[in-house]
């Protein structure tokens, strides 16, 4: 990495940190060539208990992949195939159903959806998964679609974007999961997956889903060919947004999986790398209530180490994972809400279960 800090800089960072000033591109970049991670995690921590105190969020919830079919075929994706594939799938309605339902069962109040962007299906069976999914079950809150799927649906259906989000949201939408975002430079989108979105595009959908009420997270796909200052400037451009339209609730930075991709020769992200990411992405996102670990993705060691590095949320129980666990994830694909209890309980925080939106379901406090 080209750029270092001084100490004197570091001081610098620290009182500008300490008295709310926003860290700029420049440093965001230099802080990445900071080693010395206790004191990385001793700012994001400040951040993290000025913001939501010694409480760690976590929700029960369960994902569903509609269908593994995508013309997109991203080079760091091994859960999407081609529509002739043997493995290939789509869900009937019914089958969705039949695991949307299990959801109550688990204690579930969220349902996460998001898939590949199918050749063939028309827009009316996303209509129909989320209208029948929300008239079986009233009360669970739906997120669902990533931007990227929202501006493929505008696509096959010749709608604008806020035609097509105003019909979801009035089928029972609830908010937006932050997939898709990847890393937003055009050099990286052109390397790895040139056929989705543009991150401009990405944005946009982002814009008109926070005019219309609708609150959603935002990712970032790190640790393959992008640079660190791609990996800042992709930082800014949420930060941006959330300044226009304040609609996005958590970041959730995603470490790279490669195994069984097309970039099978790069390797993992190390333990620095994603507490650095942690941490830093803690520091320039201001103005984001909440930064989430994505335990499936981290690992659930170093997700609890997270909550001392600017991390406040673990996600959640998630039930059954496609995407990370096709490209070689060693953790499980469920927890047990007890155990991410345990696990924030140990880390010195108070484990607060919340629904979707962070409205508090049930605080653990000691007993
Ligand atoms: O958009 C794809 C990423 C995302 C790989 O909003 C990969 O609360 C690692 O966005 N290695 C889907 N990552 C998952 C996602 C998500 C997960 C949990 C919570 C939320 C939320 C959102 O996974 C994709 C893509 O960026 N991805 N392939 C891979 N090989």
Same mark, same amino acid.
């Given at each position: ?24 591109? %420049? ?30 969020y /976590? ?5 569903? #992949? ?12 091994a ?14 309605? +019914? ?43 009233? %009360? ?8 990227? !799927? ?43 997956? !040139? ?15 926070? !005019?219309?009420?609708?609150?959603? #997270?935002?990712?970032?796909?790190? $640790? ?6 791609e ?11 959330? @300044? +226009?339209?304040?609609? /996005? ?9 490669? %195994? #069984? ?25 201001? #103005? /984001?209530?909440?930064i989430?670990?994505?335990w ?11 909550l001392?590095?600017?991390?406040? @949320?673990l ?23 007890? +155990? ?5 309980? @140990?880390? $010195?925080?108070?484990?607060? +279960? ?14």
């Amino acid at each position: 990495m080209s750029t270092t800090l001084t100490t004197i800089d570091l001081k610098e960072i620290e009182e500008k940190v300490i008295s709310g000033e926003r860290l700029s591109r %420049d440093e965001g970049i230099a802080l990445y060539g900071i080693n010395d991670i206790l004191f990385l995690g001793a700012l994001a921590r400040y951040v993290k208990e000025k913001k939501t105190g010694n409480y760690a969020y /976590f929700n029960v919830n369960r994902h569903i #992949n509609l269908t593994n079919v995508c013309i997109s075929r991203c080079k760091f994706c091994a859960f999407s195939a081609d529509k002739d594939d043997l493995h290939a799938y789509t869900m009937t309605l +019914e089958e969705v159903l039949d695991r949307a339902l299990e959801a109550p069962k688990l204690g579930a109040t969220e349902l996460h959806i998001v898939s590949g962007l199918h050749s063939d299906l028309p827009f009316d069976y996303y209509l129909e998964v989320i209208s029948e999914c929300k008239k079986a079950l009233p %009360d669970i809150h739906i997120q669902a679609f990533t931007a990227v !799927e929202i501006d493929y649906f505008a696509q096959i259906i010749g709608l604008s974007i806020r035609e097509v989000l105003e019909k979801l949201k009035e089928a029972g939408l609830g908010s937006m999961p932050g997939g898709g975002a990847e890393i937003f430079s055009g050099r990286v989108r052109g390397l790895t997956c !040139e056929k989705k979105a543009s991150g401009e595009r990405w944005l946009e959908v982002m814009r008109t889903a926070h !005019e219309l009420g609708l609150r959603s #997270n935002a990712t970032m796909l790190y $640790g393959h060919v992008e640079t660190i200052e791609e990996r800042i400037d992709h930082l800014i451009k949420l930060r941006e947004l959330q @300044d +226009e339209t304040g609609g /996005f609730q958590s970041f959730i930075p995603l470490p790279f999986h490669p %195994d #069984n991709t097309s970039l099978a020769d790069i390797k993992r992200t190390t333990a620095f790398d994603d507490m650095k990411t942690f941490t830093i992405s803690r520091l320039i996102l201001d #103005n /984001f209530d909440h930064i989430k670990a994505f335990w499936i993705m981290v690992g659930l060691k170093l997700a609890q180490l997270s909550l001392d590095f600017g991390v406040d @949320d673990l996600d959640g129980t998630v039930v059954e994972e496609k995407i990370t666990h096709s490209a070689g994830a060693q953790t499980e694909e469920s927890i047990e809400k007890e +155990e991410l209890v345990r696990l924030i309980k @140990d880390a $010195g925080r108070t484990p607060v +279960e919340r629904d979707t939106l962070y409205n508090v379901i049930k605080i653990y406090k000691e007993e």
